[in-house]
């Protein structure tokens, strides 16, 4: 996987360059990868195999021409994940106007039910509960959080050190009874929330045993 801080430094190297050729280009050949940046076959298929390792790359169909069939190459969704999206400004815009549109109330319990859908649409997590917290965890962080696990006497604690939604928490500390319904919804555990709201964001949740 590619560090988002080193998504600059990524895309001025041959890989960040070929990445971003089969996003205009796809499905590419290698001897059409080979032409656009004069490298030989073996090179390219050297940096499509470190892409297709990475998660970034797969192979499409093959382009059949005079002699045998060459394999194509198109970009996967994780690594159209690499590209600057407008999601934080559109949501953060979105529960301006909500905000002022709804009572504060009727914006939670609308935040707690978007929080319960996503859970919904992720696969289910069976096993017993410390098998759920270790993946309510994975999946906070795979949304772009750092978080871990900690346990004490009568509760378990997810502890972030940085906060997924944080351009919308800031703003619109609400936001946080999306997350806390997540969790809920994907352990099977009472969750409450006691977030970080100022500063820098940070999530934490309490689970009762």
Do not use: W
């Amino acid at each position: 996987m590619i560090n988002r801080g080193m998504d600059q430094r990524f895309f001025a190297s041959t890989r960040g360059q070929i990445i971003t050729f089969l996003r205009r280009n796809a499905p590419s050949t290698v001897e059409e990868l080979a032409q656009a940046f004069t490298l030989t076959d073996n090179a390219v298929r050297a940096h499509l195999a470190g892409l297709e390792r990475d998660g970034l790359i797969r192979q499409a169909e093959a382009r059949r021409g005079v002699g045998k069939p060459s394999f194509t190459y198109q970009l996967t969704a994780e690594a159209e994940s690499l590209f600057p999206k407008a999601y934080g400004p559109v949501l953060r815009n979105l529960l301006d106007v909500l905000a002022g549109q709804m009572p504060p109330q009727e914006l939670e319990n609308l935040l707690r039910e978007v929080g319960k859908r996503i859970a919904g649409q992720l696969p289910a997590t069976n096993g017993n509960t410390g098998v759920r917290l270790a993946a309510a965890v994975d999946m906070l962080n795979e949304l772009g959080g750092l978080a871990e696990l900690e346990e004490n006497q009568d509760s378990y604690i997810i502890q972030g050190f940085s906060c997924p939604l944080a351009l919308l928490v800031l703003p619109h500390p609400q936001t946080c009874q999306l997350a806390e319904a997540l969790v809920a919804e994907f352990t099977g555990l009472p969750v409450k929330e006691s977030c970080r709201k100022n500063g820098q964001a940070q999530c934490r949740f309490q689970l009762v045993k």
